[in-house]
């Protein structure tokens, strides 16, 4: 059974910083694009960002760009999400997403597998 679980989140300032992390069980994703979501309150899930199976390629939002980077370590079969210089905004729940195929993408079908989601709350 594959299970995708995130940790990390919480409660933070403005202009700090979190880092989330999603540990994958039941196989192994190394040869596989995986990504991050994200869903604030009253909203549709938004994309945020994507990495290649290498982590040589990655793919951002641009209403992220520069603040989120997301990484990866095959070995540990886990992907990252680093978060600096928080806004309120960034209040959501963010999920980590892992795909069955290579390719980058923002969209959501592209993706299979969900993980629970870990909560992450930006205070003014």
């Known amino acids: 059974q594959v299970q995708l679980v995130e940790s990390g989140g919480g409660l933070v300032q403005a202009g700090g910083s979190l880092r989330l992390s999603c540990a994958a069980s039941?196989?192994?994703?190394?040869?596989?694009?995986m990504g991050w979501f994200r869903q604030a309150p009253g909203k549709e899930r938004e994309f945020v960002a994507a990495?290649?199976?290498?982590?040589?390629?990655?793919y951002h939002a641009d209403s992220m760009k520069g603040r989120f980077t997301i990484s990866r370590d095959n070995a540990k079969n886990t992907v990252y999400l680093q978060m600096n210089s928080l806004k309120p905004e960034d209040t959501a729940t963010y999920y980590c997403?892992?795909?069955?195929?290579?390719?980058?993408?923002?969209?959501?079908?592209?993706?299979?597998?969900w993980g629970q989601g870990t909560r992450v709350t930006v205070s003014s």
């Open positions: 990495i290649s199976w290498s982590g040589s390629f990655t």
């Open positions: 997403a892992a795909s069955l195929g290579e390719a980058l993408g923002s969209e959501e079908r592209r993706y299979q597998y």
């Open positions: 039941g196989r192994t994703f190394s040869r596989n694009t």
